[in-house]
């Protein structure tokens, strides 16, 4: 039972710090530019923001897709909790479990806020049909490597104003690191079996 609440306690530990991070944001800093804190010159700074959509700000254009994002998070977030206590049970490596746990913790911590922060926060969008299940995400941390206006030549994004690096929050800084760590380290995660040589010998010609 002990290794069942060790993982899924990093879980708690992500959206615990999350929803922190996100209520000291909502509660003590001013929203969008007036409020922005500078942390490293002007590259890192902490900029409060929303975004009706998925991790970074990504979202779908159609008239229900909030409502789809938020449906497909509550699926997710079952079928991650699932696959978790699967790989503890199977005892899969270590780091890779971890991975998953930290990948759980953000989708749940995003999910927190689509669900409710549109009553708790009243962050829903104007034209929301209710504030349940339309929460806005609260972003934060903003690395401003590079902002300005992408020429028109530029395929898909060109003519538009656009910075380089997106704002994200602590949600969706445990997804990237714990799909980044995979996807760098899953040979190691994954090792391939070593493959059986099954070579016989012939039988000797009989003269």
């Known amino acids: 039972m002990n290794k069942y609440l060790k ?13 922190a991070v996100k209520m000291l944001v909502h ?28 991790a970074f700000g990504m979202e779908l254009g159609t ?17 991650i ?5 699967y790989i503890i049970k ?6 890779y479990i971890i991975c ?11 999910l927190v806020d689509s669900i409710f922060y549109g009553v708790w926060l009243r962050n829903a969008p104007y034209d929301a049909p209710t504030p349940w299940l339309h ?10 490597i590079w902002e300005g206006y992408i020429p028109e030549w530029v395929p898909i ?5 656009t910075a380089l690096w997106p704002i994200f929050n602590v949600a969706d800084a445990a997804i990237f690191i714990g799909v980044a760590i995979i996807l760098i380290f899953q040979g190691k995660f994954f090792p391939e079996k070593p493959k059986e040589n099954h070579h016989q010998e012939s039988a000797p010609l009989e003269q």
């Open 27 to 54: 509660f003590q800093m001013d929203f969008g530019t007036p409020g922005q804190i500078i942390i490293f010159g002007d590259w890192f700074k902490l900029h409060y923001t929303t975004n009706p959509g998925m």
């Open 63 to 79: 008239e229900y897709g909030k409502l789809i994002l938020t449906s497909f998070r509550l699926f997710a977030m079952f079928g």
């Open 90 to 95: 199977k005892k899969q490596h270590p780091v």
């Open 100 to 110: 998953i746990a930290m990948i759980l913790g953000g989708a749940i911590g995003n």
């Open 157 to 161: 994004w060109g003519g538009s104003y």
């Open 7 to 19: 993982y899924f306690g990093i879980t708690l530990l992500v959206i615990a710090i999350d929803q």
């Open 81 to 85: 909790g699932y696959y978790l206590y």
């Open 135 to 144: 929460g806005q995400v609260v972003d934060m941390f903003y690395f401003d």
